[in-house]
């Protein structure tokens, strides 16, 4: 099985390097601009339900976007290594769901360090059970389509199991928490050694649902070896899918879910 460096062997200035995917990318600043533009324009004329709460906390919200009777819905986690981003500024990625006849949902979540992963992991649980009591109050499917990007994949992996969900894609993910444990990254978090062992995917028993493995070939080395890594782990299970996005980075990749006709899009709808 393909194996994660832990990173130890590097000074704290690599370790933070090696997933630094904001500095990896250039433009990443004028492409996050452009996620914010395009989803205020989606979040003004789709049909839907902005900030609905499901807990008391402020980010303990999600969005819901109508698009068919009986249809199922995809939900979205963002990322932000559970300490930064909104979803607000993800909802452009439902573009591509509605034009496919498929219902669209974003859940947000307490952000660290206000909250700690294992309390992460837990609102996000409760925020796909809102979500698919909502959906099927307006008349979807029971059907949920989970996928999540960058730390949205580590809990999209998390959350494969809840009841509801079909299927899973996770764009760009963190399967072994013990990289983070030993980067800048872990200033925010404290993640415990309980929490890498109980909250790490590629150390968790295999859920059987359909997963969808995918990264960009233009990422940063450790991303693209978390997702290989977990491939390799879920291998032989039936329906999973290793989808290497050629030239891809670490944001661009998002608009192959949000294009009518994306790669991941079409990947995670064969489930609906």
């Keep these: 099985m393909l194996k994660l460096n832990n990173l130890l062997h590097l000074n704290a200035a690599a370790r933070k390097a090696a997933y630094d995917n904001t500095s990896a990318v250039a433009n990443s600043a004028a492409q996050l601009a452009d996620f914010e533009v395009r989803s205020?324009?989606?979040?003004?004329?789709?049909?839907?339900?902005?900030?609905?709460?499901?807990?008391?906390?402020?980010?303990?919200?999600?969005?819901?976007?109508?698009?068919?009777?009986?249809?199922?819905?995809?939900?979205?986690?963002?990322?932000?290594?559970?300490?930064?981003?909104?979803?607000?500024?993800?909802?452009f990625v439902a573009d591509g769901a509605l034009q496919n006849g498929v219902n669209a949902a974003l859940i947000?979540?307490?952000?660290?360090?206000?909250?700690?992963l294992t309390q992460i992991v837990q609102e996000v649980l409760q925020g796909i059970a809102a979500v698919r009591a909502h959906a099927l109050q307006h008349g979807a499917a029971d059907r949920v389509l989970l996928c999540g990007w960058s730390a949205g994949g580590h809990l999209t992996a998390l959350g494969l199991h809840a009841p509801g969900v079909v299927a899973g894609l996770g764009i760009s993910g963190i399967y072994d928490l013990g990289p983070i444990r030993h980067n800048a990254l872990n200033e925010a978090?404290?993640?415990?050694?309980?929490?890498?062992?109980?909250?790490?995917?590629?150390?968790?028993?295999?859920?059987?649902?359909?997963?969808?493995?995918?990264y960009g070939t233009a990422e940063?080395?450790?991303?693209?070896?978390?997702?290989?890594?977990?491939?390799?782990?879920?291998?032989?299970?039936?329906?999973?899918?290793?989808?290497?996005?050629?030239?891809a980075d670490h944001f661009s990749i998002?608009?192959?879910l949000a294009q009518p006709d994306g790669a991941l899009l079409h990947a995670l709808l064969a489930h609906r």
């Design 40 to 91: 205020a324009a989606l979040a003004q004329h789709a049909k839907g339900h902005l900030d609905v709460a499901y807990g008391p906390q402020a980010r303990q919200k999600f969005d819901f976007f109508a698009a068919a009777s009986g249809a199922a819905t995809l939900l979205f986690i963002h990322g932000g290594y559970w300490q930064m981003r909104h979803k607000n500024t993800f909802r």
């Design 108 to 116: 947000g979540y307490t952000l660290a360090p206000q909250a700690s």
């Design 189 to 214: 978090l404290q993640l415990s050694e309980t929490e890498v062992q109980q909250l790490s995917p590629l150390r968790l028993p295999r859920v059987h649902k359909p997963f969808i493995t995918a």
């Design 220 to 247: 940063l080395e450790q991303l693209q070896r978390q997702s290989q890594a977990f491939a390799q782990y879920r291998q032989g299970l039936p329906h999973d899918v290793l989808l290497p996005l050629e030239g």
């Design 254 to 256: 998002l608009n192959a």
